[in-house]
């Protein structure tokens, strides 16, 4: 039996579309929103990362770092993101999970302690953004066992011995970073380039589903139709803090957002 | 956990960068791990070279001006009545204080890989000083972060850091001091590494970063132990080492050269930063039992809460201000080779009230702290004890601070 990961890009593939991830962050702007959000997008996207926040991200762009502030402020604390993904996943047309964060919050907790709780509460995923490979490799295979899949990350300045070893120890999923940047950055590097790093991976291994994610917004991402996947966060984020900012209601903007996201790929 | 003999410290790391298999580490996004293997190969290669430690002697010599002054604190010795009082004055060192050294061999190393522009973070605003300074002097760009409190409250450095020329990046996230400074470096780092070349500037962040910055400050104690010999003839019987702790590069240089003796001959005293006496918050990791956890690319001793978010610190002294700590000193902590305290922000300028008093010295805030641990335990000691402390800093920058505190008659002079 697939995974429900693996499921959601077949799925996908089966419509002939890339797979729509999107990544909000845990909490923002409070619990009960973003388990709203959560709900109210995953009408239309295929695979939801929900990121962890962190006080001291080191990868993180503007963005998404004002929504993680907004979250932290709120008072969330770990139980609470398990709490979140728990609700959203016992509601109906619910999607794969993929929590996203740094690793510190998942030492803390624990490392089987985390994958327990993870299991609990039915995350199918995990990208750890400062656990690196060979650094994952112990980690990522307590997630195996755990059925829980641990999504290696790739990047420009990855070597192509790197990236087939990397390539090797990954699950199902891979996530290619489009370039240099923190998240949020303006997309810097042209299309046809990433696809061509995005094409060298697939080769490596074809059976793996390779998403790209970072400079994905509603103006790029039609550029990128031929792929398996892609990713947009800070787009979402940066909707959210927008529409606080006009006393709107975030769910239903970022809820348009994201079906005009998927009309581009679609 | 142990300290092996007759290997540098900075190398006693693991194949993955842990020192005691358990601190340090490379817990960086996936983008920066070559740029990181590249200084790596770089680093390890030149660190044997003669050539190079030929060009970086010269540097430190003609530009930086060594040694730094090794002096006996006479007045003080006797107000305190206890141990001899002696001072390392690295403050003689051009700029002011001993980032200079880390911040040399890093320009010397991205000069080497062809770096146009090179960045740095900085609290106290010497690290990013020094950067500027020695970017200037090898011709490149730089641009250095610093969290807006303390751009307030370290304005001296802040006109040096412009007026050298380099771009001054303020940063309004979280705290708004070095743990966020150090963030936006790093992340500035990731969307550039191609280009640029990232100075840390401390015995902080991934392991490469904190061997180099160890490697270049340890320049301290190779002059100490020369200056040691000249004095007494010999490494004296009875030594100890005071040293203000904030990431720990000063500290860890100024150890480094005595490490493989017994502490009972020479004994490593860390001092951190306590914070206000009222408050709950400090800088002292070490001091008050704060759990492991990652923090900028390495593992160490940080203060957080259960969740693993950091912790706001606070600290009169900008430099200390930093809720981790070098996994250089978290080693050297849990084999027991070093010891650790804090003094609070009163502490510390009592005692720079004291040997401003008594001294023509005027150590800066940070090297305070590790005067005032000083002072209090030399009355103690017996007069064949020797106790030295490394006047890291200079006042200057720190003008506003003690106006503000103590009045204008400790800042009238430099
Ligand atoms: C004068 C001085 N001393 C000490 C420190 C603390 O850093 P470290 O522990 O790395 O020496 C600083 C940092 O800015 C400093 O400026």
């Known amino acids: 039996m697939l995974n429900p990961i693996s499921l959601a890009f077949k799925k996908a593939k089966n419509e002939k ?119 994952n490799k112990i980690f990522s295979k307590k997630c195996k066992k755990n059925s829980i899949n641990f999504i290696q990350l790739l990047s420009p300045t990855t070597s192509n011995e790197r990236l087939k070893s990397i390539t090797k120890d990954s699950h199902d999923m891979i996530y290619y970073i489009s370039m240099l940047s923190t998240t949020g950055g303006k997309l810097k590097v042209s299309p046809n380039k990433i696809l061509a790093n995005y094409n060298k991976i697939k080769k490596i291994n074809p059976n793996k589903n390779c998403v790209i994610g970072f400079g994905i917004t509603e103006k790029t991402i039609s550029k990128f139709k031929n792929t398996d996947g892609l990713v947009v966060g800070s787009q979402i984020c940066k909707e959210i803090t927008r529409s606080l900012n006009n006393r709107q209601n975030p769910v239903i903007n970022v809820s348009k957002m994201v079906s005009k996201l998927r009309k581009k790929i679609s | 956990m142990k300290l092996k003999k007759g290997i540098p410290v900075i190398d006693q790391g693991d194949k993955l960068g842990f020192w005691g298999g358990k601190f340090g580490g490379n817990f960086v996004p996936e983008t920066l791990k070559k740029p990181i293997e590249d200084l790596e190969i770089q680093f390890n290669k030149l660190k044997n070279d003669k050539n190079f430690i030929r060009e970086r002697d010269k540097y430190f010599k ?39 050294y880390n911040a040399t061999v890093h320009c010397l190393l991205a000069k080497r890989s062809g770096k146009k522009v090179i960045i740095g973070d900085t609290g106290a605003g010497y690290a990013g000083k020094m950067l500027s300074m020695a970017a200037k002097k090898f011709g490149l760009k730089c641009k250095i972060f610093m969290g807006a409190k303390d751009i307030k409250r370290q304005q001296p450095n802040v006109k040096a850091m412009k007026k050298n020329g380099a771009d001054v990046i303020p940063v309004y996230s979280g705290s708004q001091t070095l743990v966020d400074a150090v963030s936006e470096c790093m992340r500035f780092w990731v ?45 004296p019987k009875k030594i100890k080492l005071y040293n203000c702790v904030g990431g720990g590069s000063s500290s860890f240089g100024f150890w480094n050269e005595f490490m493989d003796y017994d502490k009972k001959q020479v004994e490593f005293i860390g001092v951190e930063a ?71 922000d009163e502490e510390a300028l009592k005692a720079y009230q004291i040997v401003t008093k008594y001294e023509n010295l005027r150590p800066s805030l940070e090297p ?36 503000k505190k103590l009045g204008k008659k400790y800042v009238k002079s430099n």
Not at chain 1, 83 to 112: A, C, H, R
């Open chain 1, 17 to 135: 579309r890339p797979a729509l991830l999107t990544y909000t962050v845990a909490g923002d702007s409070s619990k009960k929103q973003s388990l709203e959000i959560l709900k109210a997008i995953s009408n239309y996207a295929d695979i939801l990362e929900v990121g962890v926040p962190h006080n001291t991200p080191v990868a993180d762009g503007g963005q998404i770092q004002t929504s993680s502030y907004r979250a932290i402020k709120n008072g969330i604390k770990m139980n609470d993101i398990f709490k979140i993904v728990k609700d959203f996943k016992t509601s109906k047309n619910s999607k794969p999970i993929i929590l996203m964060g740094y690793y510190n919050m998942i030492f803390q907790y624990g490392e089987n302690n985390f994958l327990k709780k993870c299991k609990k509460s039915g995350v199918n995923g995990l990208i750890v953004v400062d656990l690196p490979w060979p650094e």
């Open chain 2, 274 to 344: 306590g914070g206000p006496a009222k408050s709950k918050r400090h800088a002292a990791p070490l001091t008050y039992g704060s759990k492991i956890g990652i923090l900028h690319g390495a593992a160490q001793y940080v203060n957080q809460d259960s969740d693993g978010q950091i912790e706001e610190t606070e600290s009169i002294s900008a430099g200390l201000d930093y809720p981790g700590i070098s996994p250089l000193h978290c080693f050297l902590k849990d084999t027991k080779r070093a010891r650790y305290t804090a003094a609070s």
């Open chain 2, 191 to 235: 969307a550039n590494c191609d280009t640029t070349a990232m100075c840390v500037g401390s015995t902080v962040g991934p392991a490469i970063f904190v061997r180099i910055c160890g490697w270049s400050t340890s320049q301290i104690s190779r002059e100490l132990k020369v200056q040691l010999i000249n004095q007494f003839g010999k490494v």
């Open chain 2, 62 to 100: 003609n530009w930086i001006g060594t040694p730094t002054r090794f002096i006996k604190l006479n007045n003080l010795t006797k107000h305190v009545g206890g141990a001899q009082i002696w001072s390392k004055v690295v403050s003689d060192a051009n700029g002011g204080a001993h980032k200079i």
């Open chain 2, 368 to 403: 305070s702290h590790a005067f005032s641990v000083a002072i209090k335990e030399a009355k103690k000691f017996s007069k064949n004890t020797i106790v030295i402390i490394n006047s890291c800093g200079d006042a200057y920058k720190d003008r506003g601070i003690l106006e």
